[in-house]
């Protein structure tokens, strides 16, 4: 790789790499020792192309949550099955994963300046801005700036746009998932907001089991599938959809808990690991 090469917007990629590594170092032991990240999928992100993958998650802090996936989906890669043990699939980051975040988040001071060279598509937000209500056009260029990220590589979003859980799920995702057809994984994840603050900068609860489960690619019919069906789609996927708000009847609880047991970190074999340990 030459040492000046520049990835599409412009970002020297030696200087990412340096960035990824050095962030990723201080980052590790927040999801490794004074919290547990458990993580669910990791052979799915081995099986992804290289380029146009759109990753969905939920959102819980500003910058926590992109960091956790910048090392689940690079240990993922170097072969590491559900964990993120040994930092040293760091040596040699993937360069072309992108993360969509808001352009006033991202210029607020150094350390998001900082992650923003890492990888941030920035755009405006257009229902929310220093604090106030507002409602303003989309930005075209925002949108065709995360068309050339989908192109050069893999780009996280949170559908959301906010921290705050089961908020709606904002219609320009469908619209760049329908113009740009990427394959769509979607991600869940669980914990970030009890162990870190709003920002994800500070450890504010130890001991807390932060989850990552990585989903099967959604199946997407891009040309016949209106933008409702396709936020809707997201909703469930994301588990943010208003159902799993509801009041559960005894069977359904039985059903949702006999799911959660099916994950591999809450399941049988985990837990008598965990009992083992007490030992």
Do not use: C
Request: hydrophobic share 40%.
């Amino acid at each position: 790789m030459p040492l000046f090469k520049r990835n599409p917007f412009g970002h020297y990629l030696f200087l990412k790499r340096i960035i990824i590594q050095v962030m990723g170092l201080i980052s590790h032991s927040r999801y490794r020792s004074f919290n547990n990240l458990q993580i669910e999928g990791s052979d799915i992100i081995r099986q992804l192309p290289d380029q146009n993958v759109l990753f969905i998650s939920n959102h819980q802090t500003y910058f926590a949550d992109v960091a956790a996936m910048f090392h689940v989906f690079n240990a993922s890669l170097k072969g590491r099955d559900d964990n993120i043990k040994n930092v040293g699939y760091l040596w040699k980051p993937k360069l072309n994963i992108y993360f969509v975040a808001a352009g006033e988040t991202m210029r607020s001071g150094f350390l998001p300046r900082l992650f923003a060279y890492a990888g941030s598509v920035s755009v405006e937000r257009t229902w929310r801005s220093a604090g106030q209500d507002v409602n303003r056009q989309v930005k075209m260029s925002d949108i065709s700036n995360i068309g050339k990220a989908l192109d050069d590589g893999w780009v996280i979003t949170f559908p959301q746009g906010t921290t705050t859980p089961f908020k709606p799920i904002r219609r320009g995702t469908a619209h760049i998932i329908k113009t740009y057809k990427p394959l769509v994984v979607p991600i869940v994840i669980d914990g970030f907001r009890r162990s870190f603050d709003k920002k994800g900068l500070m450890i504010k609860k130890r001991n807390v089991l932060q989850s990552m489960v990585i989903k099967e690619p959604l199946e997407i019919d891009y040309d016949n599938e209106s933008v409702a069906d396709i936020v809707e789609k997201i909703e469930y996927a994301i588990e943010q959809h208003p159902s799993f708000l509801k009041v559960l009847t005894p069977e359904q609880l039985a059903e949702q808990e006999e799911f959660i047991e099916s994950r591999s970190f809450w399941g049988p074999d985990n837990k008598k690991k965990e009992k083992n340990k007490s030992y």
